[in-house]
C-alpha cells in the first residue's frame, strides 16, 4: 500500500492479475462451473459469426497473403476454436492466418492450447525456432503477454470480446472541492474502505480528457464519473498499428455509448458481491465506454474511421446467425436443438427467454441489446460490414 491509499483500478489491477492470487491467473473462471459464462461458452455460433466478419474485412483488405489475426483475452480459446471451425473450408483466408493470443494467465494459456488442439512442431535445424500450429486448421499459434509484442509490420485483425471490461478504472466522486478520486484504504480494524484523495491524483489528466469529449448537459447531472486509462491507452496502440499496417479491430462488451458513472461490480459463482470480499476470488468488471474507446481511436491515428456501436443482437442477426441456427436445427437430436435454441436466445434475445419450460432460475437471460459492437477499422478498406 505504499503508505497510503491506493485507486480503485490499482486495487482492480492487484485482484485480477496479481503474478500469485490474482482471479485469473491460477484457475478457470469461465462456464457453468467457473464465476460468468461469456458468449462464446454459450454456442459455437458466436465463434462462427466473427470468422464471418474477419473473413468480410480481409477480403475488404484485398485478401492478403499474410495476415495476424489477434485475441485479446481469449478466455478458454473457444471463440477462436469455433472461429477456425467454421473457416476451414476458406482454405485461401485460413492459410493467410498467423493466430496471436494476447494472455497473461499460464492456466488459460494452457487450456488454450488444449482447445485449439495445438502441436509443437520440432524442427530438426537449430536455427529454426519451433512452430505451434493449430490442427483446426492449420494455423500457426503465438502467445504473447501484451499487444505491443505482437510482431508488427503485418495486415492486423484484431478481436476484443470481453476484454476491455476487465481494465481497471479509475472512479471520480463530485465534491464541493470538484472531482475527487476515490481510494482504496485500509480502516483501523483491517478491513478495506473507500476514501477520498484530498488533492488531484494523476488519473485526472485522463478524467479532463474524458470530460472533453462529453457534453456539458451529459456532465452536469453526474455525481460519479468512471474512467479507463487502460482502455483509452489501448485503444490508441491498436488504432495507430490499424492506421500503419492496414486491417481492423471488433470490440464487443456490454458498456454505454456515453459516460458510465458507477459500473465496478464483483461476481462469484454467477451471484453480485461485495468489492471488498475475500479480493482475488471474486471476478471484478465494469462497463464499458465506447463513446471513450471512439474518440481515442479517432485522436491516436487520422488513418482509422469508427463504426457503431450496434447493438450484439444487430451485428450478429446482420451477418447471418439466423440462418446459421436455421441449418444446425436441421439435422440434430432434441437435446442439441433445445441448447442451440438457449444459446440463439441468450446472444440475439432480450430479457428472459418466452419459450422456456425449465427452472426459473436456469432460464436463459439474452445479452443481444446489453452488449454492443464497435468497429475500428483502416481508412483504405471503407466501411466494414455489417455497419454499412
Not at 186 to 213: G, H, M, N, Y
Not at 241 to 252: E, H
Not at 340 to 359: I, K, M, N, Q
Amino acid at each position: 500500500f505504499r503508505g497510503g491509499p491506493i485507486s480503485v483500478a490499482e486495487y482492480m489491477e492487484e485482484v485480477l492479475t496479481n503474478p500469485k492470487a490474482g482471479f485469473y491467473i491460477n484457475r478457470d473462471v469461465f462456464g457453468a462451473e467457473g464465476d460468468f459464462i461469456t458468449s462464446p461458452e454459450v454456442s459455437q455460433m458466436f465463434g462462427e459469426m466473427v470468422g464471418v466478419w474477419a473473413m468480410c474485412l480481409w477480403e475488404q483488405m484485398g485478401q492478403p497473403n499474410r495476415v495476424n489475426l489477434v485475441e485479446l483475452g481469449p478466455g478458454r480459446g473457444t471463440l477462436m476454436a469455433d472461429l477456425l471451425r467454421g473457416a476451414s473450408k476458406f482454405k485461401n483466408f485460413t492459410e493467410s492466418l498467423h493466430i496471436h493470443l494476447v494472455e497473461c494467465s499460464p492456466t488459460l494459456q494452457k487450456l488454450q492450447h488444449h482447445n485449439l488442439k495445438c502441436m509443437d512442431e520440432n524442427n530438426a535445424n537449430d536455427n529454426v525456432e519451433e512452430r505451434t500450429i493449430s490442427s483446426l486448421a492449420g494455423t500457426p499459434v503465438s502467445w504473447h503477454a501484451a499487444l505491443e509484442q505482437v510482431p508488427s509490420g503485418f495486415p492486423t485483425i484484431i478481436v476484443a470480446h470481453e476484454f476491455y471490461d476487465a481494465l481497471p478504472v479509475h472512479q471520480f466522486q463530485k465534491t464541493t472541492r470538484g472531482w475527487c478520486e476515490k481510494l482504496v484504504d485500509i480502516a483501523e480494524d483491517s478491513s478495506f474502505r473507500f476514501v477520498l484523495s484530498p488533492q488531484p491524483t494523476p488519473a485526472t489528466l485522463f478524467l479532463l480528457q474524458r470530460c472533453k469529449w462529453a457534453a456539458d448537459k451529459e456532465l452536469e447531472k453526474l455525481e460519479h464519473i468512471e474512467v479507463c486509462a487502460k482502455a483509452m491507452e489501448l485503444t490508441g496502440a491498436m488504432a495507430k498499428r490499424i492506421g500503419s499496417d492496414g486491417g481492423g479491430a471488433l470490440i464487443i462488451d456490454y458498456g454505454l455509448n456515453g459516460v458510465v458513472t458507477d459500473s465496478l461490480q464483483a461476481i462469484r459463482k454467477h451471484k453480485f458481491v461485495d468489492l471488498f470480499d475475500n479480493p482475488g476470488s471474486a471476478d471484478l468488471s465494469a462497463y464499458v465506454d465506447f463513446a471513450s474507446i471512439s474518440h481515442s481511436a479517432e485522436e491516436a491515428s487520422e488513418r482509422v474511421s469508427v463504426h457503431g456501436p450496434m447493438t450484439q443482437s444487430q451485428f450478429l442477426g446482420s451477418l447471418g446467425i439466423n440462418f446459421r441456427v436455421e441449418s444446425l436445427l436441421q439435422n440434430c437430436t432434441e437435446e442439441q436443438a433445445e441448447s442451440l435454441r438457449t444459446g440463439y436466445w441468450s446472444l440475439v434475445g432480450e430479457g428472459e427467454a418466452p419459450f422456456w419450460e425449465g427452472p426459473d432460475e436456469q432460464a436463459p437471460i439474452g445479452m443481444g441489446t446489453r452488449y454492443l459492437a464497435m468497429a475500428i477499422v483502416n481508412k483504405n478498406q471503407g466501411v466494414p460490414v455489417p455497419f454499412e
